[in-house]
């Protein structure tokens, strides 16, 4: 499996995927990870990437521009395009499964500011994932808990297969 981060702040990820069972996954190569940095592909000589809303609205969105230069050069016909949005559908042990079977690449997009331009998910297929019913201050987190919840599906990724299974005893249980 190979997950493609579109970020600007690729930095971020350095520590996270440097530890654990993701360097394990990473350094035996059931999984590749490479952090894009967005402001690399845009044309603006002080890297902005930041513009007004496609259509209007208050703040500021990550444009669609430099967007397309990218996706242009990592998107593959069966890539699976996702796009980190407190309005998405959430992501459950599913899904995630589901994507660890059916797809080889993963394309994720940890938007900022008021968002992303809603010309990348139309244009590009993106499709809106959320981590849970609340807002953060960007998509950083909620990719590192896709890569995260996709990897352990991954055969070999953890010691062992009931690992998958969640086991919660009644004081860990929500309620």
Known sequence: MRF???TIFPKI???YFSESIIKRAVETKKIRIK???????????????DNK??????????GVEAFARVLNKIKKP???????SARGKQ???KIAGEWATKYKNIILIAGRYEGVDERVKDIFKAEEISIGPYVLTGGEIP?????DAVSRHI???????ESLEEKRSPATTQK
């Open 4 to 6: 493609d981060i579109i």
């Open 13 to 15: 990820f350095d520590s």
């Open 35 to 49: 952090v894009w940095n967005l402001r690399d592909f845009t044309k603006d000589k002080h890297k902005k990437i």
């Open 53 to 62: 809303p496609y259509g209007g609205g208050p703040g500021m969105v990550i």
């Open 78 to 84: 069966k890539s699976k395009l996702i796009l980190l």
């Open 91 to 93: 992501l459950t042990s």
């Open 143 to 147: 990719v590192m808990a896709v890569v």
């Open 155 to 161: 055969p070999e990724v953890l010691g062992k297969s």
